[in-house]
């Protein structure tokens, strides 16, 4: 039988345990708002944070917002005013957040993107399709920041940016926001008139946040199933749905070290079009990443290659509907469930194994949802480069193909198919499929999540064992949080258009945590976790143990001190190198570490961390430190410096690895941004520099300027390796 088929079997079984699980009634939710058109005639409101338009007279009010922190269910310090209007182009909302003490309202963020969970906060959040599974956020603070991201079946996605318009303003009573959404920023199914909606308001200095839905400790702030709704939005238009977005770039580029230098100009055409206001079909032609955030370094004391996340803005858009057996998830917090099985990775097209840049002439993209149906088609034409062997690697077409079917409220079934291999002449192909089952009325309001897939490769030349499949079972409350989960991939497993670091093996996780909160004290909680990994080959050899015990307590206002104990047990098969000179041997290895970290609330101007670690390692002993200083004192200046440094003492050779780096931003407004991020590690001895100018012109038209240097700083001399200057220019017009 075939493996899809197997699963499609246990489909079947755990998708009717969805029906079957007894559920109590859902947290109370307030009343539906009445939405309200802005009359003919009656020019919309201007948005400049001020809310003396006639517009206003016309809008709906939504009822009182309720505590969710500290003191869940209880009435805010400070109340909220939310008003809410429409006409055909836009969903017009005006908050006013009341506060008796206005000085001390915290706003030391500005800049685009940004995020501002430091300051004080509001968020808009909208379910266009009322599915509890899709949606978008929309947040600012006192400074007129703009943060925004989407939700795509759960999935969270910060790397967002929508065409959208918000302006603040603190007045003698508080600060109001005002916020202008185009319909054609959004999309949506013009056929429901009834949309999700929540309001979150954040007071930072008392670290109270209140809500007007879903307020629930169980519920996470991208928790779709908890919103309220806005009915009676009725006559939305889109105009055509055409984003035609031009785009040119100009590069200076001179390598040192091979004496290599040009200087080219290069276009590049992006178009979107909503096919219907629920499916948008993209293009783009001579895609150009050189503006594309330059990767964080990390430390490697492993054999396994580490996980860096997307930062190129094509793969980006629409990114969530790709996501796989709940890998997404592991940003939010499970370091112990790696994303080794990962189907697709968008970091695997456009860059080679050396981290070079592969040329895209050209790709499309077809997203969006039909009735119950959610899918996501995605392919790129890459050109020809070689390897890092020096092998010539012909230019192909590589694609992959996604679908989900909503079963119930919150779960769905998924299938995934990839094509190609980026990296070899090989061809290579997977195919996968996935259930998620999720309910928010386990227990009462108790939430209960389980992931299963699974997943079978085919490459040209392999007739092995190319199977994988996993499963995940999660409580992620507030009280009790646990989860346990397992995975298995076969030897011969080979996702090309996805991320694997180790093959042939199996991988079990547990971990739980309880959380207290103790009343009339000035800590906000306390939690005691454990966690465990067990990975072992196929055949139950020992690859790696490791479990942590864990107890960390926060006070009211963020900081925050943690002891962790860890054990671990590590079977070498193959030695290798961690750094110059220091190798570890195959064998069997076993030791402990202990860890104490301090940090202090980012609610400060001045913050900051630092951690010490120590113990077994391998061979021999490691001790670690990581410290971090963080300074934002006023909303147009900020600095973070991070240091790093291992040393490490094995029989066969000693090591230190140090690590630094520090970002320094000046925001002149919310709309023109200056970011400078430099990096040094003495494994590489390069000092890395990249500065960023960004002035956003209007909402989706732009202007970036990149400056990228690198040194060497051998024998503690500076010399100048490589430089690089990029201009780009973008414009979206929209039809």
């Not at 098969?573 to 970290?597: K, N, S, T």
């Amino acid at each position: 039988m075939p493996p899809v088929m197997r699963f499609g079997i246990v489909w079947g079984c755990l998708a009717a345990l969805v029906a079957a699980v007894p559920s109590a009634p859902a947290q109370e939710q307030p009343p539906p708002v009445e939405m309200r058109r802005l009359p003919e005639g009656v020019a919309p409101p201007q948005i400049d944070g001020r809310l003396d338009d006639t517009a206003w007279e016309y809008a709906a009010r939504m009822g009182p917002m309720v505590q969710r922190e500290p003191l869940s269910g209880e009435p805010p310090t400070y109340q909220t005013d939310v008003r809410l209007l429409y006409d055909r182009d836009a969903l017009y909302v005006a908050v006013e957040s009341l506060d008796a003490e206005p000085e001390k309202i915290i706003a030391r963020i500005m800049r685009r993107g940004q995020s501002i969970n430091t300051d004080d906060w509001m968020m808009v959040t909208l379910d266009t399709f009322h599915d509890q599974r899709n949606g978008y956020i929309f947040g600012t603070n006192p400074n007129s920041s703009r943060s925004d991201a989407i939700i795509e079946n759960g999935a969270f996605r910060q790397e967002w940016e929508g065409i959208w318009y918000v302006k603040t303003r603190v007045h003698e009573g508080g600060w109001i926001a005002e916020f202008a959404i185009p319909f054609k920023t959004l999309n949506f199914d013009p056929a429901n008139t009834t949309w999700g909606f929540n309001v979150t308001r954040v007071i930072s200095r008392l670290n109270e946040e209140s809500r007007w839905a879903g307020w629930g400790r169980n519920r996470g702030f991208f928790d779709l199933a908890a919103l309220g709704d806005l009915e009676g939005l009725e006559g939305l238009e889109q105009g055509v749905g055409l984003d035609v977005v031009p785009s040119g770039s100009l590069t200076s580029f001179k390598d040192r070290i091979a004496d290599r230098d040009y200087a080219t100009g290069e276009p590049s055409l992006d178009l979107f079009y909503k096919v219907t206001p629920s499916v948008t079909a993209a293009l783009t032609l001579n895609t150009d990443f050189s503006d594309a955030e330059v990767d964080t370094r990390q430390v490697n004391l492993d054999r396994f290659a580490l996980f860096f996340p997307e930062t190129r803005d094509f793969f980006l858009q629409d990114a969530g509907i790709f996501d796989f057996g709940g890998f997404q998830s592991l940003r939010f917090g499970s370091t112990f469930l790696s994303q080794n099985g990962m189907p697709f990775f968008s970091r695997s097209i456009g860059i080679s194994d050396d981290g070079e840049v592969v040329d895209m002439r050209g790709g499309a993209k077809t997203t969006g949802r039909i009735g119950r149906l959610n899918f996501g088609v995605f392919g790129a034409d890459m050109a020809h480069y070689r390897g890092t062997s020096g092998e010539r690697v012909e230019g192909k077409n590589l694609w992959v193909a996604r679908g989900k079917w909503n079963l119930g409220e919150e779960s769905f079934a998924g299938l995934i198919v990839t094509h190609g291999d980026p990296t070899t002449n090989s061809s290579n192909s997977v195919v996968g499929a996935d259930l998620h089952l999720r309910s928010g009325r386990i227990f009462g309001d108790k939430l209960l999540e389980f992931d299963a897939w699974l997943q079978q490769s085919h490459t040209s030349g392999d007739r092995g064992r190319d199977e994988a499949f996993g499963l995940v079972l999660n409580y992620p409350n507030d009280r009790w949080n646990w989860r346990l989960g397992f995975k298995r991939l076969d030897e011969d497993f080979r996702p090309a258009l996805g991320f694997l670091n180790r093959i042939g093996v199996h991988e079990s996780i547990a971990d739980i945590r309880r959380r207290w909160r103790p009343l009339g004290s000035d800590i906000r909680w306390v939690d005691l976790s454990s966690r465990a990994r067990l990975i072992t080959t196929v055949k139950g050899t020992l690859q790696t143990f490791e479990s942590q015990s864990r107890l960390e307590i926060v006070s009211h206002i963020g900081d925050s001190i943690a002891i962790e104990g860890a054990a671990r047990a590590e079977r070498v098969v193959v030695p290798f190198e961690i750094a110059d000179g220091a190798i570890v041997r195959a064998g069997r290895y076993d030791w402990m570490r202990g860890l104490l970290r301090i940090q202090s609330s980012e609610r400060r101007s001045l913050s900051g961390s630092i951690s010490f670690s120590g113990g077994g390692f391998f061979s021999g002993h490691l001790r670690a430190l990581n410290t971090e200083i963080i300074w934002r004192p006023s909303k147009y200046f900020s600095s973070e410096l991070t240091y790093r440094e291992d040393h490490g003492r094995l029989d066969d050779g000693n090591f230190t690895t140090r690590l630094v780096q520090w970002r320094v931003n000046f925001t002149f407004t919310p709309d023109l941004s200056w970011s400078t991020f430099i990096q040094w590690d003495d494994s590489s001895q390069d000092l890395g520099w990249n500065s960023r100018l960004r002035w956003i012109v209007r909402e989706g038209e732009d202007l970036v300027l990149v400056w990228n240097q690198g040194f060497d700083t051998t024998d503690h001399h500076l010399q100048s390796t490589r430089s690089e200057w990029i201009g780009k220019i973008r414009w979206t017009f929209r039809f």
